[in-house]
């Protein structure tokens, strides 16, 4: 009773928690107290107020007593009508069970017993019904929670998502039902004309005609459509409720029989053992995707995992025996491995190993699941240490651990990790980067910032500042080290002007990725004389595109011819060490239209001799090195050619 307020406005119900005295307390829910212990003269309720009613035997003491109102309460408990208990009398009601009082509800139904339909209906008699009695509970039970009583779920535990993927199931599982009787029934066909009789008798004497006649076609494809179309659906719910009908249903098409014959060939959705492994493997996953992504109540994860646990699997299905064993997030292994305290996967556990093995499916989760929550470290570490039945899967998860790390802030790490195989793998993630992924790295890296979104791809809006940037000296020894282990980078002239570009531009990125680029010095005439590398690169890259190759030739060789003189007087400025190099550059290639234009430059100082008076220079030696098969036949004549007249010189 609050301060204040008079005891005369308070009404007050003894509960008692002693459930096994039934004889005294008519239930497990009301105490009863005589009414001769009660006062109810008004006009001494002042004096009354002071007295006690003492029960020596319990020890129990009242010091004030109200007839108090009469709340809503189980037939069983009513205090109004006598209740006769028996175990599942549904035939009849008993006794005076049928009588009720305003208040009384029913057990089974959960309603005013007046509103029960079934409360005297033969066969059913709610009236009977009580909580002592487990016929009565588990009738209560299904009532109240429908085709969810199947998954061992608590009334309580029921919510609305769970409730409404019951009624999905529900009117699922009538719909299958005829299906299946319908496929159970097959088709007959009929095929008098398939007759081997060496003589065609007349149909139904000879064996073989009768049996053809007879042939019946189970086809599961009616079966197969309907549960494709309930799995869609259960795709687009939310997830308690997928989760319900998606069992539901493994359940059902696992309890399904094949009355088809082995020799008959039918396809892959007509044929009950092609069909079902396949409806099985798409609800599967989908499962087990939700115990990773979605934050089911911890006894709800066990009593999903339990119910599939509890399917009976035929033999073609024995596979799906263990996939939905995923462990659950507070895992002690996997939680170790998260918070880096297991860097290995791997511990002992009543004395025999145990690793952190996960299929490719859930492992995917996992990924989706922290990528989403940016917990980028946690990510390294669990793809570092999980193992897998498909190393190929696996493998192109672990390709992004540099990205996460990026992600995370640590780019120096990152940049060795390129170049790091995991797990004794045969190669590193360097040999699969693509021009694309090598470009946003070396930016990462160069300014210490990070796309925005979960990808390579979504790079339209960068966080910057992330982390410290990796220093420049380590930057193009791990550039250059990538575009050698990879040759499709390594073959990009591209990649290889992202770098220069990377290197010649400010440090500070722009917030939509964009880099500003410094304003560098001219660069002295003698590196711009014999910059021969930067020409090499260059025909390099033209070597993967013969069409852009053979027009440079041709734009190259027509320079030569339209500016000979200006080409001789630059040679004697330059001298015979240019014009070697020069020689030697095209030379050096193996392909015969970059050859002949060292050929061409070779006719050109032939043919003005008299303005080369250095060609006696030439470094006849080196020309010599150049022999077949290296050099196209034509080519080889020509060099040869050359190097005759320089002797003579």
């Known amino acids: 009773?609050?301060?204040?307020?008079?005891?005369?406005?308070?009404?007050?119900?003894?509960?008692?928690?002693?459930?096994?005295?039934?004889?005294?307390?008519?239930?497990?829910?009301?105490?009863?107290?005589?009414?001769?212990?009660?006062?109810?003269?008004?006009?001494?309720?002042?004096?009354?107020?002071?007295?006690?009613?003492?029960?020596?035997?319990?020890?129990?003491?009242?010091?004030?007593?109200?007839?108090?109102?009469?709340?809503?309460?189980?037939?069983?408990?009513?205090?109004?009508?006598?209740?006769?208990?028996?175990?599942?009398?549904?035939?009849?009601?008993?006794?005076?069970?049928?009588?009720?009082?305003?208040?009384?509800?029913?057990?089974?139904?959960?309603?005013?017993?007046?509103?029960?339909?079934?409360?005297?209906?033969?066969?059913?008699?709610?009236?009977?019904?009580?909580?002592?009695?487990?016929?009565?509970?588990?009738?209560?039970?299904?009532?109240?929670?429908?085709?969810?009583?199947?998954?061992?779920?608590?009334?309580?535990?029921?919510?609305?998502?769970?409730?409404?993927?019951?009624?999905?199931?529900?009117?699922?599982?009538?719909?299958?039902?005829?299906?299946?009787?319908?496929?159970?029934?097959?088709?007959i066909v009929l095929s008098l004309q398939d007759c081997v009789c060496p003589s065609k008798q007349t149909p139904g004497q000879c064996s073989v005609c009768s049996r053809l006649q007879n042939e019946i076609i189970y086809r599961y494809s009616d079966v197969f459509n309907l549960v494709t179309s309930f799995i869609n659906k259960a795709e687009k719910e939310k997830p308690k409720t997928a989760a319900i009908m998606l069992l539901g249903a493994a359940r059902e098409i696992a309890l399904h029989k094949d009355p088809a014959q082995p020799w008959q060939n039918l396809g892959p959705s007509e044929s009950l053992k092609l069909a079902v492994p396949f409806l099985m493997s798409r609800i599967t996953k989908n499962l087990q995707r939700m115990l990773v992504l979605s934050d089911f109540p911890k006894q709800l994860y066990e009593k999903f995992i339990g119910f599939f646990q509890t399917i009976p699997l035929p033999p073609y299905c024995f596979k799906f025996t263990n996939c939905l064993n995923v462990p659950s997030w507070d895992h002690r292994l996997l939680t170790t491995v998260l918070k880096g305290q297991n860097i290995t996967g791997e511990q002992k556990k009543n004395g025999k190993k145990e690793f952190l093995w996960e299929v490719l499916n859930v492992i995917k989760a996992r990924t989706e699941k922290m990528e989403s929550m940016g917990r980028y470290k946690e990510l390294v570490r669990y793809l570092k240490a999980v193992k897998c039945n498909e190393g190929v899967g696996l493998r192109d998860l672990r390709d992004k651990i540099p990205f996460y790390l990026c992600k995370s802030g640590d780019f120096t790490n990152a940049a060795y990790s390129l170049l790091l195989p995991i797990n004794n793998l045969a190669c590193c993630t360097a040999c699969r980067l693509a021009p694309v992924e090598f470009e946003c790295y070396l930016k990462m890296f160069w300014t210490g910032s990070v796309p925005s979104g979960k990808d390579f791809q979504d790079s339209n809006e960068w966080i910057l500042n992330v982390g410290s940037p990796v220093k420049c000296c380590t930057l193009i020894k791990q550039a250059l080290r990538v575009l050698y282990n990879n040759q499709s980078l390594y073959r990009n002239s591209r990649c290889w002007s992202t770098l220069i570009t990377i290197l010649g531009s400010s440090p500070i990125l722009e917030q939509n990725g964009l880099l500003t680029t410094l304003t560098l010095r001219e660069p002295p005439s003698s590196f711009r004389q014999k910059n021969f590398w930067a020409l090499k690169l260059f025909l390099e890259g033209l070597l993967y595109r013969m069409p852009v190759l053979h027009d440079v030739v041709s734009m190259i060789a027509r320079d030569l011819n339209y500016q000979k003189n200006t080409v001789l007087k630059l040679w004697q400025t330059l001298g015979p060490d240019y014009v070697g190099e020069l020689l030697c550059l095209f030379l050096s290639f193996r392909n015969s239209q970059l050859q002949s234009v060292g050929i061409f430059l070779s006719h050109v100082v032939i043919e003005n001799l008299n303005q080369c008076p250095w060609a006696k220079s030439l470094d006849i030696f080196r020309l010599k090195a150049f022999k077949r098969p290296h050099l196209e036949t034509a080519n080889h004549l020509q060099l040869n050619k050359f190097v005759s007249i320089l002797e003579n010189l």
């Open 1 to 187: 009773m609050g301060p204040g307020k008079e005891a005369s406005e308070e009404s007050v119900i003894l509960i008692s928690d002693d459930e096994t005295d039934a004889e005294t307390t008519l239930g497990n829910s009301v105490v009863v107290i005589d009414s001769s212990d009660i006062q109810e003269d008004k006009s001494d309720l002042e004096e009354k107020k002071s007295e006690e009613i003492v029960d020596e035997e319990s020890g129990l003491v009242v010091t004030f007593c109200k007839k108090g109102m009469v709340m809503p309460h189980a037939r069983y408990d009513c205090m109004t009508h006598p209740f006769e208990r028996t175990e599942n009398e549904t035939c009849i009601p008993v006794k005076q069970n049928s009588d009720m009082c305003g208040q009384c509800y029913c057990y089974v139904c959960d309603k005013l017993a007046s509103k029960c339909q079934y409360w005297t209906t033969s066969s059913s008699c709610h009236c009977n019904a009580h909580n002592k009695s487990k016929f009565w509970k588990d009738q209560r039970n299904f009532t109240l929670t429908g085709v969810l009583v199947i998954f061992n779920l608590e009334p309580a535990e029921i919510d609305a998502d769970l409730r409404h993927g019951g009624e999905l199931l529900f009117k699922f599982l009538r719909e299958l039902s005829i299906q299946y009787n319908n496929y159970l029934s097959g088709e």
